[in-house]
C-alpha cells in the first residue's frame, strides 16, 4: 500500500479510537517499524485515515502487528474491551457450562438464533496483508477441511469465483451470502483480488456455514430458527472442535484468538438473536438500559449498520475479551430473557 509517511490530520469531527489515540510521539515512535510480513503502521491505520467516520480506525496485517504496534493497539484495546496490557484471555468452549434454557419456547419473540466465531490460521498473514497466493492456497486448504465433515456437519463449499447464477441467488436468499467489504474493509485491503479465493461452505440443514477469506479467513457459524441458543452453541463448539483438528489457528495468550479487527479479539464470538420487542421499540430509553445491563449491541436485522423493520432487532453480546465464550452466550440469553419479560409487562 502506497501512502504518506506524515502524521495524519483528523479532522475534529473525526472521533474514532485511532484519533483518540494515535498522538504524534506515537505515530513517530513506530512509524519506521515493520513486522516480519512487511505490515506498516501506515497500513494499519489506512482505514481510519481515509474514513474519518470509523469507530475504531485500524486492522492487524498479522499477529505480530498487535505486538509491535502495542503503543497504538493496547490504549485502544483497553478502550473498546476494558481489557489491560497485563490482562490474560480465558476459553471455554464447554456448552455444559451454559446455562440457556430456551427464553422463548412458544416462538412468539425469537425469529433465529445465530452464533458465529472469527479465527485466522497460525503463521500466515491476516487479510489485510495476505497475498493472493497465499489466499488462494489457503482457501483450498481449508475448504479440503470442511469437506471432510461428516454426520450433521457434512456440506458442500460454493466458492465466490465463478458462481452460477441460480446458486447465487439461493444464497442470497437463505441470507447466507457475504458481499464485497464495504469501504472501512476495501480500505483494510481486504477486498484485493474480489472474489478469488473466497467462499462459503454449508451443511445439508443449513444450520452450519463457514465464510472463507472474508473480513478474518474463517468465520464459522451455527445457526437455526427459533431461540434454542444452547443448541445453537453446542453445534458451534463442536464444529470448531472438528475443524482444530485440521487446522492450527492463531492464539496468543494475552489476546485470545487474532482477529484482522481488534473489536473482535479474545472469544471472536457474536452471538444473537433476531427478536420482535414492538412495545420495547417504542422505549428505546427502557430497551437500552437492559441491553447496557446484559452488556449488549442493539443492531438492525440487515447486519452492522443497518435499521430495525417491523420492531425486530438483532440483539448480540458486546464483550469479546477478556470474558470466555460461555459468558458471552450467557450474557445474550440472560438480557434476552430480561428483554422478553419486559416486552410481555407493555
Ligand atoms: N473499521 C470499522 C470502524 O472502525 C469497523 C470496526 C468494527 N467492525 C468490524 N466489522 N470489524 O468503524
Same mark, same amino acid.
Given at each position: ?13 473525526? #472521533?474514532?479510537?485511532? $484519533? ?11 512509524? @519506521? ?15 481510519? =485515515? ?23 493497539? @493496547? ?36 425469529? &433465529? ?12 498473514? +491476516? ?7 497465499? *489466499?488462494?492456497? +489457503? ?28 446458486? *447465487?441467488?439461493q444464497l442470497i436468499e437463505d ?18 483480488? %474480489? ?11 443449513? !444450520?452450519?456455514?463457514? %465464510? ?9 457459524? &451455527?445457526?437455526?430458527?427459533?431461540? @434454542?441458543?444452547?443448541?445453537?452453541? !453446542? ?18 495468550? #494475552? ?5 484482522? $479487527? ?43 449498520? &443497518?435499521e430495525s423493520e417491523g420492531g ?15 459468558? $458471552? ?6 438480557? =434476552? ?8 409487562? +407493555?
Amino acid at each position: 500500500m502506497e501512502q504518506e509517511n506524515d502524521f495524519p490530520n483528523f479532522p475534529p469531527e473525526c #472521533h474514532s479510537l485511532l $484519533c483518540k489515540y494515535l498522538s504524534k510521539e506515537i505515530f513517530d515512535a513506530l512509524k @519506521d517499524k515493520q513486522t516480519r510480513y512487511g505490515f506498516r503502521l501506515t497500513d494499519a491505520i489506512h482505514s481510519g =485515515v481515509v474514513n474519518i467516520d470509523s469507530g475504531i480506525g485500524v486492522y492487524a496485517g498479522d499477529k505480530e502487528s498487535y505486538f509491535t504496534f502495542a503503543a497504538l493497539f @493496547d490504549p485502544i484495546i483497553q478502550d473498546y474491551h476494558g481489557f489491560d496490557p497485563v490482562d490474560k484471555h480465558v476459553s471455554n468452549l464447554d456448552p455444559d457450562d451454559l446455562d440457556a434454557p430456551n427464553p422463548d419456547p412458544e416462538g412468539e419473540y425469537i425469529l &433465529s438464533t445465530r452464533i458465529r466465531v472469527g479465527r485466522n490460521v497460525a503463521n500466515l498473514p +491476516l487479510g489485510p496483508a495476505i497475498s493472493k497466493a497465499q *489466499r488462494n492456497r +489457503l482457501e483450498k486448504d481449508l475448504s479440503d477441511a470442511l469437506m471432510t465433515l461428516k454426520g450433521t456437519l457434512a456440506g458442500t463449499y460454493y466458492p465466490l469465483k465463478g458462481m452460477s447464477e441460480g446458486i *447465487r441467488s439461493q444464497l442470497i436468499e437463505d441470507h447466507f451470502l457475504f458481499k464485497t467489504g464495504d469501504r472501512f474493509l476495501e480500505a483494510a485491503g481486504l477486498n484485493r483480488d %474480489w472474489p478469488e479465493g473466497r467462499g462459503i461452505f454449508h451443511n445439508d440443514e443449513k !444450520t452450519f456455514l463457514v %465464510w472463507i477469506n472474508e473480513e478474518d479467513q474463517l468465520r464459522i457459524i &451455527s445457526m437455526q430458527q427459533g431461540g @434454542d441458543i444452547k443448541e445453537v452453541f !453446542t453445534r458451534l463448539t463442536t464444529a470448531i472442535g472438528e475443524i482444530e483438528k485440521k487446522v492450527q489457528f492463531s492464539y496468543s495468550q #494475552h489476546l485470545g484468538y487474532i482477529t484482522s $479487527c481488534p473489536t473482535n479479539l479474545g472469544t471472536a464470538m457474536r452471538a444473537s438473536v433476531h427478536i420482535a420487542l414492538p412495545k420495547l421499540a417504542k422505549d428505546m430509553e427502557t430497551f437500552k438500559a437492559i441491553t447496557d445491563k446484559y452488556h449488549l449491541q442493539i443492531r438492525g436485522i440487515h447486519g452492522e449498520h &443497518s435499521e430495525s423493520e417491523g420492531g425486530v432487532y438483532d440483539i448480540s453480546n458486546r464483550r469479546r475479551l477478556g470474558v470466555t465464550e460461555v459468558q $458471552c452466550v450467557q450474557d445474550m440469553h440472560d438480557g =434476552v430473557v430480561a428483554l422478553i419479560e419486559k416486552e410481555k409487562s +407493555l
